[in-house]
């Protein structure tokens, strides 16, 4: 399980090797129950699920949740020890087991990192407002979320809005995801492409919308607020 911020690469990487990639919003508190649910629905003997506003199919896969991490480097262990918590010296405790593993097979960690491919991706975007009021920063995403649907972007709302790019193909070519920050007075973002050239289409389309943006009360969003975009401005690559 991972939150919403995470690569597109995250998904297909575990189901590649034969695992189950379930996509949570931000925040231990929404990891650790839906850990519970998932748990609970398997020792039931149940069929189904469902997680985030989405359906689990556990007819053939009956494992509950063995990993789950954050963006920040949180994570947190699974059923074998007891539903699901986090704890950093059991974490690196796994890390270390994996690379142990690895070594006696003559595979060192370098190679591991490698077996992971990488889609070009920003870092996390923090933009600063004047107001810390859920309302007020929900109805800027709200806003956002509604001027792509508008446009024919798939969106996941699990946490905010992840707006989807496709390819001329129909293909997948990137992601841009929007969310308000449950404790901080700010709007995070984060964009994704399958390539350079499409991460850097998505910044320009994404952010240039986000410019124009204005609610009752957040006139309008200061993009220079973030030191990445602040840049990017600078650059006039946006």
């Not at 231990?28 to 699920?49: D, H, M, N």
């Not at 506003?53 to 262990?77: C, F, I, P, W, Y």
């Amino acid at each position: 399980m991972g939150e919403v911020k995470f690569s597109k690469v995250t998904g297909e990487f575990i189901d590649r090797h034969g695992g189950e990639y379930i996509m949570s919003p931000t925040g231990f508190a929404f990891i650790k129950e839906g850990g519970k649910k998932l748990c609970r629905a398997v020792k039931e003997g149940r069929t189904s699920v469902e997680l985030f506003g989405r359906k689990v199919d556990l007819s053939e896969n009956r494992e509950t949740l063995s990993l789950a991490a954050e963006l920040s480097g949180h994570q947190m262990s699974g059923h074998e020890e007891n539903w699901i918590f986090d704890d950093g010296a059991l974490a690196a405790a796994k890390v270390l087991g994996v690379i142990a593993r690895a070594l006696k097979k003559g595979v060192s960690f370098i190679d591991l990192d490698e077996e992971v491919p990488r889609y070009p991706v920003s870092p996390e975007i923090n933009l600063r407002l004047g107001t810390n009021v859920l309302a007020d920063k929900q109805e800027v995403v709200d806003q956002v979320v509604r001027i792509f649907k508008e446009k024919e972007h798939l969106i996941d709302t699990t946490d905010g809005g992840l707006i989807k790019w496709k390819d001329k193909e129909g293909k997948w070519s990137g992601q841009a995801l929007i969310r308000k920050s449950n404790t901080q007075p700010m709007i995070i973002c984060r964009v994704e492409g399958k390539d350079e050239e499409s991460k850097a289409m998505i910044e320009k389309e994404f952010f240039h919308v986000l410019s124009h943006v204005k609610t009752r009360s957040i006139p309008k969003l200061d993009l220079a607020s973030d030191e990445y975009l602040g840049r990017l401005l600078l650059e006039e690559q946006i």
